[in-house]
């Protein structure tokens, strides 16, 4: 199971949140042949698409984009968790649109899980060696070319045997 920080265990306890259904689960693991690491079902399905408000209750996080010459860090706050219908509709339209030569926008082994306050993305790695998870900040370029060529590592999800 997701082991949640105190501060947010005491939010869910608090407020309760809608959960993701089995359907809901279907949905996102139909995406493509994206491998979704069990860790982020079991957020969903025990806490739901947890939300959070800017001034009561902020859910910061840092980011650190590590370039061979340079790592910088910056800070953000998380506005929610994307539930599964627009979870499809943001992979779809910013990953597989086969009708735009814009995409993809990051690369197609990351799921865009969640929102900053702005319209950047909270990304899961998917497939990869460990539960990772990855902020982008919204370009409209294709990923890899102009500004569009970076992601800056955020944490790996803690999974506790409880």
Not at 25 to 43: Q, R, T
Not at 132 to 161: D, H
Request: charged fraction near 25%; charge should be negative; aromatic fraction near 14%.
């Amino acid at each position: 199971m997701l082991s949640l920080p105190p501060k947010l265990l005491t939010l869910v306890q608090r407020e309760k949140f809608p959960k993701a259904t089995p359907d809901a689960v279907a949905l996102i693991k139909s995406l493509v042949e994206l491998v979704v690491p069990e860790s982020y079902f079991d957020l969903i399905t025990r806490y739901g698409y947890l939300s959070f408000d800017l001034i009561d209750d902020p859910c910061n996080f840092d980011y650190v984009y590590r370039e061979p010459e340079l790592s910088m860090g910056f800070n953000a706050a998380i506005s929610h968790f994307m539930e599964a219908p627009r979870l499809q509709r943001y992979y779809t339209n910013l990953v597989l649109d086969d009708k735009a030569d814009d995409v993809p926008k990051f690369p197609a082994f990351m799921l865009p899980i969640g929102l900053d306050f702005g319209e950047n993305n909270i990304l899961l790695e998917c497939g990869g060696e460990s539960d990772r998870i990855w902020f982008w900040e919204f370009q409209n370029e294709p990923w890899g070319t102009g500004n569009n060529v970076r992601l800056g590592f955020v944490a790996g999800l803690y999974v506790s045997a409880d």
